[in-house]
């Protein structure tokens, strides 16, 4: 498993405020989840807890769940109080207490096989007031394989600078699976340190998440398409 939830969840961190655009998130999920009167909702793969300071401070009864200790430190000190639990997503159960579960930040990625996907999603559909919407967003098959490239990003803070070397091979071992190679290099003070850091990471046909949702009894209402990303509400 990847280290950049654990020994590197402060550079997480650093980074993905200028990866992601967690205001914008915040706005779509806020909005799908006001018009349908969800209130009660719980945040799988949470992360360092961003877009968990927005639902709280906008007052919705949140719960943030994820898998990495070093995570949810950094969400519990952002949030300043303690809405989160470390779980496996495989493994939640809670019954029948939400409005509404998300899983954010294309977090099933992290869930590569078959029976994995179905146990998570079972476990969502028990977690779910009767009616309750399920929000998550993943990687699109085609949009990744097609476009299947090295990239490199570097990131300038006050007091050091980060540069990430990803590199991206095919692994198809349990699906559309790939591995993805990072070279994290970190100077701070001068002094320069370096990690590899492996993932293997899953993206999905839309017609594979529709069988996968079909056999654990939910409905898809909507499906919003994203360059190399898509995301499913579903009922
Ligand atoms: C790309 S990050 C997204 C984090 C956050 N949603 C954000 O937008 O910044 C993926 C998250 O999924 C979590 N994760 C990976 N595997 C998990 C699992 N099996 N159960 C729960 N969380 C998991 C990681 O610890 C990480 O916080």
């Known amino acids: 498993m990847t280290q950049l939830y654990s020994t590197l969840a402060n550079i997480y961190h650093e980074m993905y405020q200028h990866i992601f655009d967690y205001d914008k998130e915040f706005d779509?999920?806020?909005?799908?989840?006001?018009?349908?009167?969800?209130?009660?909702?719980?945040?799988?793969?949470?992360?360092?807890?961003?877009?968990?300071?927005?639902?709280?401070?906008?007052?919705?009864?949140?719960l943030g769940l994820d898998l990495f200790r070093e995570m949810l430190d950094i969400a519990r000190s952002e949030v300043n109080s303690d809405r989160f639990i470390q779980c496996d997503m495989r493994e939640i159960s809670f019954n029948k207490q939400f409005d509404a579960v998300l899983i954010t930040g294309r977090s099933l990625a992290y869930v590569t096989e078959n029976q994995g996907i179905l146990d998570t999603l079972n476990g969502v559909h028990k977690?779910?007031?009767?009616?309750?919407?399920?929000?998550?967003?993943?990687?699109?098959?085609?949009?990744?394989?097609?476009?299947?490239?090295?990239?490199?990003?570097?990131?300038?803070?006050?007091?050091?600078?980060?540069?990430?070397?990803?590199?991206?091979?095919?692994?198809?071992?349990?699906?559309?699976?790939?591995?993805?190679?990072?070279?994290?290099?970190?100077?701070?003070?001068?002094?320069?340190?370096?990690?590899?850091d492996?993932?293997?990471?899953?993206?999905?046909?839309?017609d594979e998440i529709s069988l996968f949702l079909k056999l654990t009894g939910f409905k898809i209402r909507e499906i919003i398409e994203a360059p190399k990303t898509f995301t499913i509400i579903a009922e």
């Open 28 to 62: 779509f999920y806020d909005a799908v989840l006001k018009r349908n009167n969800c209130h009660k909702i719980l945040e799988i793969g949470c992360g360092t807890g961003m877009l968990a300071k927005r639902f709280i401070k906008t007052g919705y009864d949140y």
């Open 198 to 206: 492996i993932t293997t990471l899953r993206a999905f046909t839309k």
């Open 127 to 196: 977690s779910l007031k009767d009616g309750g919407l399920f929000i998550f967003d993943v990687f699109e098959a085609t949009g990744i394989f097609d476009n299947f490239n090295d990239f490199e990003q570097a990131f300038e803070f006050d007091d050091r600078k980060i540069k990430r070397i990803s590199k991206l091979k095919m692994n198809l071992s349990t699906g559309w699976t790939y591995n993805w190679y990072a070279k994290y290099i970190i100077e701070q003070n001068g002094k320069i340190t370096e990690y590899d």
